[in-house]
């Protein structure tokens, strides 16, 4: 990728999070990154060119993060992490969960191609083998309590609406038996 493509991607990023994706023209995403609106269009075709790619990187790395999860051989240290993920993971690059966040709800189609990754489906396999191998009487259902739990902890982070993650965090490893 060129510096004048990360560009692009990087301004395209920030203002999506700052502003929305629907209030975003490529002509300002390429004012912003000091390009023409052509050289956006070249490169990434679209708007939603733009964020298809975004969404890539980002499913990208949440597949590497899952894999690193799945490498913790330790069943109770795997749950810990699992339980930090969210805060992990937006720490790293809020202004893109904030897109992922706000494009869930931009419309139904953005929704339907965007929420459907099979990172999901890998998260809930991993938590249910830690369940299952902690000897959890019903691994399946606290893997469907957990990963709303994880869900909510994503909303609330990224919107900067919790006040006591760490409390809560604190309770979660209480009550996993992971103190």
């Known amino acids: 990728m060129t510096e004048k ?13 700052l502003e929305g994706y629907n209030s975003i023209s490529t002509k300002k995403i390429a004012q ?3 390009v023409s609106e052509g050289l956006i269009f070249k490169h990434f075709g679209s ?3 733009l964020l298809d790619y975004l969404v ?11 894999d690193t999860l799945m490498q913790i051989s330790d069943a ?16 790293r690059n809020p202004a ?10 931009a419309n139904h189609e953005i929704k339907e191609k965007y ?14 083998d830690t369940f299952d ?12 309590l957990l990963m709303q739990i994880i869900g909510s902890f994503f909303m609330a982070l990224v919107n900067d609406e919790i006040e006591n993650y760490d409390e809560m965090l604190s309770f979660l490893e209480k009550k996993y038996n992971l103190k």
């Open 5 to 17: 493509q990360r560009k692009i991607l990087d301004t395209a990023l920030e203002l999506f999070a």
């Open 32 to 34: 912003g990154a000091g």
């Open 47 to 49: 708007k939603e060119g």
């Open 56 to 66: 890539e990187e980002g499913v990208e790395l949440m597949n590497r993060e899952l």
């Open 76 to 91: 109770s240290e795997r749950l810990r992490a699992t339980l930090r993920f969210p805060k992990t993971i937006i720490d």
């Open 96 to 105: 893109y969960w904030k897109v992922q966040i706000s494009i869930k709800f």
């Open 115 to 128: 929420h459907n990754s099979s990172f999901m489906g890998k998260a809930m396999g991993i938590l249910n």
């Open 133 to 144: 191998e902690l000897n959890f009487e019903n691994p399946q259902m606290e893997t469907q």
